[in-house]
């Protein structure tokens, strides 16, 4: 059973739709003795980095989740925001992250940007794999995936990128870190591309 984590801070249901599409089982829930029972966890979201942690530091489950993937090793993939909030803080705020992943979240440089090109960075896009991961099996770098954000992850440690996306420059689009993973795109919008990596987290 895969548990999404329901911290008010992300668009759920779609990810539990497309878990149902491809047969895997999920429950929604905050209630932090459900979630030590989980088998792998989902951590969605959307929306400003601040308000998804003080949303996790208020729904008490910040203690419950550190046990659980730093102590019991399970699975996690955080989606979008959920991706965000894996690493040590954010630009976009003053909040410390979880500070599982060694890694900050930046805006994009404008300056960098082509005039055709705009913040939030919000299109499809391919990305380009730079490390062999279960979770990317079966994904090739003309994989595209569906992409709405402003700030961007900055990994400290080359070896936690999994993937990268070029909007402009490259920038870093997905994580990996033992049984950590994150991905700056929805892949619950992401069509064939997102069940092939959901399908690949279920059999992770």
Known sequence: MITI???????????????????AKSCISGDAKEIEQAEKLILPGVGH?????????????IDV??????????????????AQLL???SEEGVEAGLGWIDMDVVKFDENKLPKNLKIPHMSWNEIMIKKQSNL???????SR?????????????????????NSGYEFTSAVEKENIFGVQFHPEKSHKY????????VNV
């Open 5 to 23: 984590i329901n911290y008010n801070a992300g668009n759920i249901k779609s990810i539990q739709n497309m878990l149902k599409r491809i047969g």
């Open 49 to 61: 980095f601040d308000y998804g942690m003080r949303n996790l530091q208020e729904s008490s489950l």
């Open 65 to 82: 989740l550190n046990k659980k993937v730093l102590l019991d090793k399970t699975t996690l993939l955080g989606i979008c925001l959920g």
């Open 136 to 142: 990317l099996e079966g994904l090739t770098n003309e």
């Open 145 to 165: 995936f569906y992409f709405v954000h402003s700030y961007r992850l900055k990994c400290n440690n080359e070896n936690d990128i999994l993937a990268t996306t």
């Open 87 to 89: 690493g040590n803080r």
């Open 194 to 201: 997102g069940m092939r990596l959901l399908e690949n987290f």
